[in-house]
């Protein structure tokens, strides 16, 4: 089966910190950008990172950027999700998604682009 296998969240203090991770089955990390989103309780999902199977890069939204970091382990299977500094609207449930189309990481990617979504870890972060 192919898809990933989100691990790590869990409930935190504001000002505390998570690590994610996504591992992949069934298929290599790449050759394919990856992307991390989050979905909080009746609000889209958004799209907080994504690391680039081409060169390396990253892409990070506005909302995150200084606090989350995106990074891949040397054996292209699992990337990691490093949350600084969190705060209580970083609470959501986090998701992972390969982008089927690019290795490289855009600013406005479609949603389609995504796929062999994992089933989530729920972050949640205290006042």
């Known amino acids: 089966q192919v898809q990933f296998l989100e691990s790590g969240g869990g409930l935190v203090q504001s000002g505390g910190s998570l690590r994610l991770s996504c591992a992949a089955s069934g298929f290599f990390l790449d050759y394919y950008a990856v992307g991390w989103f989050r979905q909080a309780p009746g609000k889209e999902r958004e799209r907080v990172s994504c690391?680039?199977?081409?060169?390396?890069?990253?892409y990070y939204a506005d909302s995150v950027k200084g606090r989350f970091t995106t990074s891949r382990d040397n054996a292209k299977t699992t990337v990691y999700l490093q949350m600084n500094n969190l705060q209580p609207e970083d609470t959501a449930v986090y998701y992972c998604?390969?982008?089927?189309?690019?290795?490289?990481?855009?600013?406005?990617?479609?949603?389609?682009?995504?796929?062999?979504w994992g089933q989530g870890t729920q972050v949640t972060v205290s006042s």
């Open positions: 690391f680039s199977a081409s060169d390396g890069s990253t």
């Open positions: 998604a390969a982008n089927l189309l690019r290795r490289q990481c855009i600013e406005h990617p479609r949603t389609y682009e995504y796929d062999y």
